[in-house]
């Protein structure tokens, strides 16, 4: 058994259901829908969102999980995938989880159309659970989705360069939507206020480490990720790896990479001075140890839960992210 088999074992019937659900909520009349959306559900991914919602639901209920949380599972997933999609759109990328984008394969046009569908359709499945609670989690994490898309655009563009910002984007993209999974994991089933809010804890250092992650493998050359080497420095966006040896760096060396950085238009020349930079003056091993840091923090957070399958899966989880090749 593979590491992910480990992980979904004690949710495999759960994790069925919520697949044939995902697929009834997005059944149309037309055609060109119904071709985007079999393209997209052949190239899914993990489905690391859903399984930890529902991990949380068992966690949180000694092995229960409610209509409820299956609907939190497939509108978490419709929002989540819709706004990979018009990301897609707006980064200009021609390729995601290995495959072409959605508006590669097809256009711009189609592609944001199919985002608000997606977007509508997770509408529609927040509703079904006729819970508020659930409905403003969803609510506050499209909002959270959308201001860190625009925050990191105007880091971008003002190539703004600290930590602070860098995790003040993780939180609203990556971290808001792992807190989300496992808010609506633990209100699904109707957990304590105090369980909700630790869960959330753990979902956003757990968003953090799968960010940093992601954000180390734009340092490598590794054609299964999906995207070129120095992508994000290529968009503007200047990770963890890149700060770290900015922060501590001096000389010429360091005043040249500053100096790349005012650039309207990067090289691939220049691309690669601040990738080899960030590697030869100890970014990487900084964004691990960042991880390991986080991770020791998230697993903490699980003492509070007697031992289960679903504690053990999360517990594994964290390992995943941070050892994961893609």
Request: with cysteine; hydrophobic share 45%; aromatic share 6%.
């Amino acid at each position: 058994m593979d590491i992910l088999a480990k992980i979904q074992n004690p949710i495999l019937k759960e994790l069925k259901e919520q697949n044939l659900l995902l697929r009834d909520s997005l059944k149309s009349q037309i055609p060109l829908i119904n071709s985007v959306v079999h393209y997209f559900l052949e190239n899914k991914g993990k489905m690391i969102r859903p399984i930890m919602l529902l991990l949380a639901s068992k966690l949180c209920s000694n092995g229960n999980v409610t209509k409820n949380s299956m609907h939190s599972a497939v509108a978490l997933e419709l929002l989540h995938n819709a706004s990979l999609i018009h990301d897609d759109v707006v980064d200009e990328a021609k390729q995601r989880r290995g495959h072409s984008s959605v508006n590669a394969v097809w256009d711009n046009k189609v592609a944001v159309l199919m985002g608000d569908f997606f977007l509508a359709r997770c509408l529609e499945q927040s509703t079904l659970t006729k819970s508020l609670e659930i409905q403003q989690v969803l609510a506050k994490l499209s909002s959270s989705l959308a201001e860190g898309e625009l925050e990191q655009l105007a880091n971008a563009r003002g190539c703004v360069i600290n930590e602070d910002s860098y995790f003040s984007v993780i939180k609203n993209k990556t971290a808001s939507l792992f807190i989300a999974c496992m808010k609506l994991g633990a209100i699904s089933v109707n957990a304590s206020q105090s369980v909700v809010d630790r869960l959330a804890l753990f979902g956003e250092k757990l968003g953090i480490i799968f960010q940093i992650r992601d954000d180390i493998f734009d340092y490598f050359d590794d054609t299964t990720i999906g995207k070129p080497t120095g992508n994000d420095i290529r968009e503007g966006k200047i990770t963890l790896p890149l700060l770290f040896a900015l922060k501590n760096g001096s000389g010429v060396e360091h005043q040249n990479m500053m100096s790349l950085l005012n650039k309207d238009i990067l090289s691939k020349e220049d691309i690669s001075s601040l990738v080899n930079y960030a590697k030869a003056n100890g970014g990487i091993e900084y964004a691990q140890a960042t991880m390991l840091r986080y991770a020791y923090e998230a697993k903490t957070i699980l003492d509070m839960f007697e031992d289960s399958p679903s504690k053990q899966a999360f517990i594994i989880l964290v390992d995943y992210i941070i050892d994961r090749d893609k």
